[in-house]
């Protein structure tokens, strides 16, 4: 009768030697920030004539195309008054945790009182995510410069931040 002691440990090897051998794809290096759903708040820089500055609350989103450094973005400004702020970025990545952006969109006030003004324009949106390192949750923070934000002329300012949760 033969000695099978030895027999594990050749099939351990053969097993290595298999796997080094067969053609492997390379990895692929994704950055861990994404598509989030967000709550935080958003205080007015500029503000009309007679008119206080304003401070609002935020709800934020962020589709991620996982293709592309390219995303849709939505904030909707609820206070006194509510507005909407529509944006496609490009997503510049800084590390895997976090990433600037510039996005380009309109400034959609539904009511007068908001913090980027009176009446619907051109948005741009500069920010940086952070995604929190082994969680779901994303940090975020951005300005809308909406330029001819007010009815009587001029550029409506305002900065947003908040907490996020990613999908």
């Given at each position: ?63 991620k ?70 969680s ?25 931040g ?6």
């Amino acid at each position: 009768m033969k000695n099978l002691s030895h027999l594990p440990l050749r099939m351990g090897a053969i097993a290595v030697g298999l796997a080094l051998c067969l053609p492997q794809s390379p990895a692929s290096a994704q950055a861990a920030y994404g598509s989030y759903v967000g709550v935080g708040a958003s205080f007015g820089l500029t503000r009309a004539e007679n008119d206080d500055r304003k401070v609002s609350g935020v709800i934020a989103g962020r589709y991620k195309f996982l293709r592309a450094p390219i995303s849709l973005r939505g904030q909707v400004l609820i206070g006194d008054g509510v507005a909407l702020v529509p944006t496609v970025s490009y997503d510049i990545p800084l590390n895997w945790q976090a990433d600037v952006y510039i996005g380009a969109g309109a400034s959609i006030p539904i009511d007068s009182n908001t913090p980027i003004g009176n009446q619907t324009s051109f948005a741009l949106q500069p920010g940086i995510d952070y995604a929190l390192p082994n969680s779901d949750l994303v940090l975020f923070g951005n300005a809308i410069i909406a330029f001819d934000g007010y009815k009587r002329g001029g550029a409506a300012t305002s900065l947003q931040g908040g907490v996020g949760i990613r999908f």
